[in-house]
Nanobody, 126 residues
Framework: VQLQAFGGGSVQVGGSLRLSCAASGRTLTGYLMGWFRQAPGKERLFVAGISRRGVRTYYTDPVKGRFTISKDNVKNMVFLQMNSLKPEDTAVYYC????????????????????WGQGTQVTVSS
């Protein structure tokens, strides 16, 4: 499956962005989907994920209550709605997918995602 992330940009503190991840080659039905981010000079970290059956979601603590991940199997896309953005949210955001693993578990480990899209830059300025 090929993934393409887009929707990043520059916003001010408190603003919102909606990232999209479009898949091609395979349907995303049954795929674990995740969003990760990488700030300059730092490692790539898990942000949000949705389980293979789409029933369970998980968020890293810094984004809980502000970010929402969703999946549209008809459009074959995954979204990350980001509200109340902070400067520390500045990073390159990546979407990732995997077809293996338990159906109702959201992995937060990079190595458990087999497919990655290119990143999209999010910059939050004060």
């Amino acid at each position: 499956v090929q993934l393409q992330a887009f929707g990043g940009g520059s916003v001010q503190v408190g603003g919102s962005l909606r990232l999209s991840c479009a898949a091609s080659g395979r349907t995303l039905t049954g795929y674990l989907m995740g969003w990760f981010r990488q700030a300059p000079g730092k490692e790539r970290l898990f942000v949000a994920g949705i389980s293979r059956r789409g029933v369970r979601t998980y968020y890293t603590d810094p984004v809980k209550g502000r970010f929402t991940i969703s999946k549209d199997n008809v459009k074959n896309m995954v979204f990350l709605q980001m509200n109340s953005l902070k400067p520390e949210d500045t990073a390159v955001y990546y979407c990732a997918a995997d077809a293996a693993g338990p159906e109702n578990v959201v992995s937060r480990t990079n190595s458990e995602y087999a497919y990655w899209g290119q990143g999209t830059q999010v910059t939050v300025s004060s």
